[in-house]
């Protein structure tokens, strides 16, 4: 079995893909959720639900393009995490701006709106030093932030205001460039110029065949590996299952074999982790597919 490595092209219609939704997805979900966070924010969870939301729009584009090449999905994801995030800040000081008119329009019968910018960037300046969107996040840093917990508030001053801004950001970049990062590492089959298609499980193997199964694959002896597997479907855990995936259009390309360790937490919850990955030919895969038995149901 071989290894299985991205071929790192990234097509110009595909990175034109994943460019555009990288902005425009980080704008909409950021903008979204500064409109949200006029009501309720929840520090850290929004981040990592606009990371998730960021980086899963990214790994349909990555998909959709056909981008091959991990450095640039993770280029790609990065920067529409941090539009994502900006977004969200510019967002939140339009709330400011349109806030703030509001009471100078009701306090003050301030209607002009140029009229209201040009007096709410002068407060700024005398308050940081800066007008504008930096003036904002100036003041903003400088008001703090509350963590409510239970009963009792936690009040940030700027420093560590500067620095929760920081950890946000790096939970949405993280979450938004991990998972088209991931989505572009995923077999390709350049032959047939397509994603491969769904796992088809293959078999299982208990947990003591681990070792052995691995090393047969690795050494291309696939009749003496499928003799380990079975086509038990409810075979207890820890167990190992070993999966294929082909190309129906291509049938006699390489397919992609993965190998899985699966246990059980102290939940009672299934866990997964791939503990191999490789490429076969469609003869090898023919050897390892039909020779697995079936499982012999318990005598009565």
Known sequence: MRNYQPSNIAPSQGVAILAVSSLVSGVAIGGATAFIGKFIYFIVLFPMGMGFATGSVLGFAVKKGKIRS???????????????????????????QQETASIMEREYNVTDKNLANEQINVFL????????????????AKEGTSISRGSSKLKLNDTFTYLLWLIELGIVGFLAAS??????????????????????????????????????????????????????????????????????????????????????????????????????????????????????????
């Open 179 to 300: 998972i088209p990062f991931a989505a572009a590492k995923e077999p390709f089959n350049e032959e047939g110029n397509e994603w491969y298609g769904e796992t088809k499980l293959i078999g299982s193997a208990t947990e003591e065949s681990r070792d052995e199964i691995i090393r047969l694959l690795n050494m291309d002896d696939m009749a003496v590996a499928s003799a380990l597997l079975s086509s038990q479907t409810d075979m207890p855990t820890p167990r190992i299952d070993v999966y294929s995936q082909s190309s129906a259009d291509i049938p006699f390309s390489d397919s992609v074999i993965r190998v899985n360790y699966v246990s059980t937490n102290a939940k009672k919850q299934l866990e997964v982790k791939e503990i191999l990955i490789g490429l076969v030919s469609e003869s090898q895969r023919s050897q390892l597919v039909p020779q697995i038995p079936a499982s012999t149901p318990p005598e009565a």
């Open 125 to 140: 300046q005398q308050e940081t030093g800066s007008s504008g969107f930096v003036g904002f996040l100036k003041m903003s």
């Open 70 to 96: 991990p450095l640039v999905a993770l280029g790609m994801g990065l920067l529409g995490g941090i539009v994502t995030y900006g977004a969200l800040m510019y967002g939140q000081y339009m709330n400011f």
